[in-house]
């Protein structure tokens, strides 16, 4: 018996799980994504962070200064949600908003030194975190897994830009 088919077992040793759940692709990608949720989730946490906190310091860290609105789109976080980020974010002094030259209206984020420093912290709980969580795979297996999910990801986000141009194209309905 493997460690999966063990660990679906209660202690007098019968099945939980139907065998047909467990086989399901959106099944097993539900539950590891909720166990993979809540071990980032603690993890970070221990360490005074949140997963919101990283992506923001990561965009910055890679693409440079931008304003909320560039910050949401990079980071994928909620436009009516960055603001308290970035609250939390410039009270610890992680970042730094200064007055947009082209635009007084709108603020540029820029990442502080104290937030690249974080931001290595933040990396080194991180690999530890996702060791935890890849534990049973190898670095092959690793690369493959997120080779397939990066590839899925893309399929799919391909496939709703393409449904939201031809919404547009089409225009309003009845028209």
Same mark, same amino acid.
Do not use: C, F
């Given at each position: 018996?493997?460690?999966?088919?063990?660990?679906?077992?209660?202690?007098?040793?019968?099945?939980?799980?139907? $065998?047909?759940?467990?086989?399901?692709?959106?099944?097993?990608?539900?539950?590891?994504?909720?166990?993979?949720?809540?071990?980032?989730?603690? #993890?970070?946490? &221990?360490?005074?962070?949140?997963?919101?906190?990283?992506?923001?310091?990561?965009?910055?860290?890679?693409? #440079?200064?931008?304003?909320?609105?560039?910050?949401?789109?990079?980071?994928?976080?909620?436009?009516?949600?960055?603001? $308290?980020?970035?609250?939390?974010?410039? $009270?610890? #002094?992680?970042?730094?908003?200064?007055?947009?030259?082209?635009?007084?209206?709108?603020?540029?984020?820029?990442?502080?030194?104290? $937030?690249?420093?974080?931001?290595?912290?933040?990396?080194?709980?991180?690999?530890?975190?996702?060791?935890?969580?890849?534990?049973?795979?190898?670095?092959?297996?690793?690369?493959?897994?997120? &080779?397939?999910?990066?590839?899925?990801?893309?399929?799919?986000?391909?496939?709703?830009?393409?449904? &939201? &141009?031809?919404?547009?194209?089409? #225009?309003?309905?009845?028209?």
């Amino acid at each position: 018996m493997s460690r999966a088919e063990a660990a679906d077992r209660p202690d007098d040793g019968s099945p939980r799980t139907p $065998g047909r759940l467990r086989r399901r692709t959106s099944r097993l990608l539900s539950q590891l994504s909720a166990r993979s949720d809540r071990l980032i989730n603690e #993890g970070l946490a &221990q360490v005074d962070a949140r997963k919101w906190h990283y992506a923001v310091l990561a965009a910055l860290q890679e693409y #440079g200064p931008g304003s909320q609105a560039e910050l949401s789109r990079r980071s994928g976080i909620y436009r009516s949600d960055m603001v $308290g980020v970035l609250d939390e974010l410039a $009270g610890r #002094g992680l970042v730094e908003r200064a007055p947009d030259p082209d635009d007084r209206r709108r603020n540029t984020i820029t990442i502080s030194a104290r $937030g690249r420093r974080r931001l290595r912290r933040l990396d080194e709980v991180l690999d530890d975190l996702h060791d935890e969580l890849l534990a049973p795979l190898s670095p092959v297996e690793r690369d493959q897994l997120v &080779q397939l999910l990066t590839r899925l990801l893309d399929h799919h986000a391909q496939q709703a830009q393409q449904a &939201q &141009q031809a919404a547009q194209t089409a #225009g309003p309905p009845g028209s």
